[in-house]
C-alpha cells in the first residue's frame, strides 16, 4: 500500500512551512484499482453494445467494419482505465479533498464536465458525428463517476 498525505503552506512572518491538513490522507489501495478497473470494462462492453448503433453512425461505419479489429483497441482502454483507477485512487482524498460518496459524484460530475467541453474541439476536426460524441463523454462521465464512487468507499 502506498500512503499519501496532504500538505499546505502555512506562513509564519518570513517563514513558510509545509504541515501535514489535518483529517486529510489517503492509502492507495490495490483493490479499488482493480474493482474500479473491471467494473468501468463491463460497463464498457455493456454501453457499446447498448449505443453500438448511434457510436457507429457517427463515425461512419457499420458492424461488418470491426469484424476484424485486433485486440489492442480493448488492450488501451484496459490500460487506460487502470491508470485512471490508480491516478484517482492514489490523489482523490490527499490532493483533491474527496472523502465522501456524496463529494466523490460531484466532483466526478464537474471533471466530466470540463472533459466533455474539452473534446468538442477534437470532435469537429475529426468529423466525427455528434453521436459518436455523446456516447463517448458519457461513457467517460459514467467511468469516472465509479473510480471516484469506488475509491471513497474502499
Known amino acids: 500500500m502506498c500512503k499519501w498525505s496532504v500538505f499546505q503552506l502555512k506562513e509564519s512572518g518570513d517563514n513558510q512551512s509545509l504541515e501535514t491538513v489535518e483529517g486529510i490522507s489517503s492509502t492507495m489501495t490495490i483493490t479499488s484499482v482493480i474493482v474500479g478497473t473491471v467494473v468501468t470494462q463491463v460497463v464498457g462492453a455493456f454501453w457499446y453494445n447498448v449505443f453500438a448503433e448511434p457510436w457507429m453512425r457517427g463515425l461512419g461505419k457499420k458492424r461488418e467494419d470491426f469484424k476484424n479489429t485486433d485486440s489492442s483497441p480493448f488492450l488501451l482502454a484496459f490500460l487506460a482505465m487502470f491508470a485512471l483507477s490508480a491516478f484517482m485512487s492514489a490523489t482523490l482524498r490527499p490532493f483533491f479533498g474527496v ?53 471513497t468507499m474502499l
Not at 113 to 121: F, K, N, S, T
Request: glycine share 8%; net charge negative.
Open 99 to 151: 472523502v465522501t460518496v456524496e463529494e466523490a459524484i460531484h466532483f466526478a460530475l464537474r471533471v466530466s464536465v470540463a472533459g466533455a467541453l474539452l473534446q468538442i474541439p477534437h470532435r469537429s476536426f475529426q468529423g466525427t458525428g455528434w453521436s459518436t460524441y455523446f456516447v463517448n463523454v458519457g461513457y467517460d462521465a459514467v467511468c469516472l463517476l465509479i473510480i471516484c464512487v469506488i475509491t
